[in-house]
């Protein structure tokens, strides 16, 4: 099995583009299906899990190829309405198919998705906004047809929002989703469909508005990936050194960037592009995730690997995934400090961090580690690569470009 290989103590420079956003191509790749016309994804990072989401397209008969980084998706042929257990395992995204899988043919089958291993990550809110679409359910499976009404998210379920609003496309009349997820991904999957003419407003705001009826054809490129950007922000952090995140777009990521000015970063905002310089940290104090605009879940671990490095005493609290803290056990492997209640690490700074053979349980814990062995003295040995694989393109070449001294093995 391949593992990643870094060995820390050295300083951060150079400039590396920012891909597109594994969360928002996953969508959009599930929104294919509900294009009456071929469609198009522009400029798609090169991911396990899009190539998962290909396979998923490709199953239910749909024609795919690429263009260089664009995907061409045909989905007229589309027939299949269930998705076998091995794709359906392969990944959280895969769960965003059914919704568009109701919506143009009538019938899904709901099954539990994979994805990481942090949380029991139900499904049940995906479940009852179909019913509230007036689909009828028998066990797993879902079938219309479907009716414009009023859905209310107990929580701004990220996954949720997009299913159901792509489902509720192939209802009659309108549909407003209440508590909806706000995050930039959810925007950007917007764009494709209106692309697609479709008449979706709301976006962003806790309240979405939909009127039935499918997208005809539509060309795309999805937003720059503000997770991998986070995470390459968390290495500079951990690491010091100036490094210049192209293509990424700084208004995504403003409670992140806000935690690392307190911590004694500096940064500079550009359109197009964000400068990042770090020479010694300090605690930003407490932080607490939850959902956009507030601090990113998926940048809590790689935040955490960072401020191991940060003078003082730093509280972050996790709310949204009840089994996200499977990176505090390697990172102790490696020498941090690191107190565990619940859901709330209590971080001592230290300035000695040791490489280490680790493992990596999940997307975000491997992206933590590696920020994690940037900062350390000796070689950091990393397993679990497959997960880094699904989220972060072409990772060890980019920190390579950074100057880091990092290969697979
Ligand atoms: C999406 O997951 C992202 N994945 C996650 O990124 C991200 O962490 C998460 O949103 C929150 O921002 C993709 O977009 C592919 P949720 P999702 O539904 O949709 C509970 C990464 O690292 N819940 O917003 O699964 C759930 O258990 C990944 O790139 C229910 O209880 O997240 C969690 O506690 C990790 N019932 C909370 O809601 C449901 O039916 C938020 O989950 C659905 C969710």
Known sequence: MQSLLIRGG???????????SKNAVLPMLAAAVLFRESCRIRNC????????????LRWLGAEVRWQGRDLLVNPEPIA??????????????????????LARLGNCVLSVPGGCPIGARPVDFHASGFE?????????????????????LPYPSVGATENLLMAALGASGITRIHNAAREPEIVCLCDFLRAGGCRVTGDGTDTIHIRGGLPGTGALAPIPDR????????ALASAGGEIILDGADHTHLTALLEVLERSGCGIIKEKTRIILSAHGLVSPGDITTGPYPGFPTDAQAPVMAAMIRARGETIIRETVFEGRMGHVEPLR?????????????????????????????????????????????????????????????????????????????
Not at 10 to 20: C, D, M, Q, V
Not at 80 to 91: T, V
Not at 374 to 398: C, M, N, P, Q, S
């Open 227 to 234: 997770m991998e950007a986070a995470t390459f922000a968390c």
């Open 10 to 20: 050295k300083p951060l420079y150079g400039t590396i583009p920012i891909s597109g």
């Open 132 to 152: 509230a679409l007036g689909a009828v359910r028998e066990g797993d499976r879902f079938f219309g047809p479907l009716t414009g009404g009023e859905i209310c």
């Open 333 to 409: 492997a490696m020498g941090a400090r690191i107190a565990l209640s619940g859901g709330t690490a209590r971080i001592t700074g230290t300035w000695e961090l040791l490489g280490r053979k680790v493992t990596a349980s999940d997307l975000r814990c491997g992206g933590a580690l590696a920020v994690a062995a940037l900062g350390a003295r000796g070689l950091t040995e990393i397993h679990g690569v497959a997960h880094i694989l699904r989220g972060y393109e072409d990772f060890a070449g980019k920190l390579r470009a950074l100057g880091a001294d990092a290969c697979l093995a």
């Open 45 to 56: 990072p090169d991911l396990t899990d899009v190539h998962a989401g290909v396979a998923i």
């Open 80 to 101: 299949r309405w269930q998705i076998p257990g091995e794709l359906m395992g392969l990944m959280r995204g895969s769960v965003f198919f059914t919704g568009p899988l």
